[in-house]
């Protein structure tokens, strides 16, 4: 079975700021996706970022970008120029593929708080 | 705005009840997840349907049941409800593409509270 670790529970930073939310994963599965989804004080899921395990290249849209290191097992989010509406919890997910079984498996989530 | 609907949006009910969740996915979308979100299990997925079939079972508990039906919509039943039963309930659809599944996108979700 998988699993998905955050180890920061929570994290602030000044707006404008860059801050990084670190991710690691177990699995034993070679073709699988990553993501990183964002849930506001809405409680609304909101997906920031994929990262598709066979590729090389670190994902990246527009201030977000992800840090993914196949072997260490680890996806870090970065977020650049820090925005009040990035205050939210951000969860970490894992998606084996070729399964029969597409769930997700997420992380226990770190609280993210953007300073004025 | 994700494109999956889910209503209602807040249910009160009471425990020993039945409760029916409604979910609309995205337009073409084939797959259609359930999870619970409560604070003390996080995040957890329910079930998975495919084009009406049920595809794959999480940790889903014997009081709840969930059905896909022809128009692709998906309703998800909890009956005989306790009070561990409060969460938020979200439902996800996805599609295909080269072979593969795609992207989950999730609605609104539903808050359960169980009095």
């Known amino acids: 079975a998988q699993t998905v670790t955050q180890s920061q529970p929570e994290m602030s930073v000044q707006e404008a700021e860059t801050v990084t939310l670190s991710c690691t994963y177990d699995?034993?599965?070679?073709?699988?996706?990553l993501f990183w989804y964002k849930q506001p004080p809405s409680r609304q899921m909101i997906l920031v970022i994929r990262?598709?395990?066979?590729?090389?290249q670190n994902a990246t849209e527009n201030r977000f970008s992800v840090n993914f290191q196949k072997a260490a097992k680890s996806f870090s989010l970065k977020i650049s120029d820090s925005q009040l509406g990035d205050t939210a919890m951000y969860f970490c997910?894992?998606?084996?593929?070729?399964?029969?079984?597409?769930?997700?498996?997420f992380g226990t989530g770190t609280r993210l708080t953007i300073i004025p | 705005d994700s494109g999956v609907t889910q209503t209602p949006k807040h249910l009160i009910t009471a425990t020993g009840q039945r409760v029916t969740l409604r979910c609309s996915p995205r337009?073409?979308?084939?797959?259609v997840y359930w999870y619970q979100q409560s604070l003390d299990q996080g995040l957890q997925f329910l079930i998975q349907?495919?084009?009406?079939?049920?595809?794959a079972k999480g940790n889903i508990l014997e009081r709840f049941s969930a059905q896909q039906f022809p128009d692709l919509h998906s309703e998800l039943n909890l009956s005989s409800l306790e009070l561990g039963d409060s969460a938020l309930y979200f439902c996800?659809?996805?599609?295909?593409?080269?072979?593969?599944?795609?992207?989950?996108?999730f609605g609104p979700g539903t808050r359960l509270t169980v009095l």
């Open positions: 699995t034993s599965e070679s073709n699988y996706y």
């Open positions: 337009s073409g979308d084939l797959s």
């Open positions: 990262q598709e395990a066979y590729k090389q």
């Open positions: 349907y495919y084009n009406g079939e049920e595809r």
């Open positions: 997910a894992f998606m084996k593929l070729d399964s029969g079984n597409e769930k997700l498996t």
């Open positions: 996800a659809s996805s599609t295909w593409t080269s072979g593969y599944t795609d992207t989950q996108y």
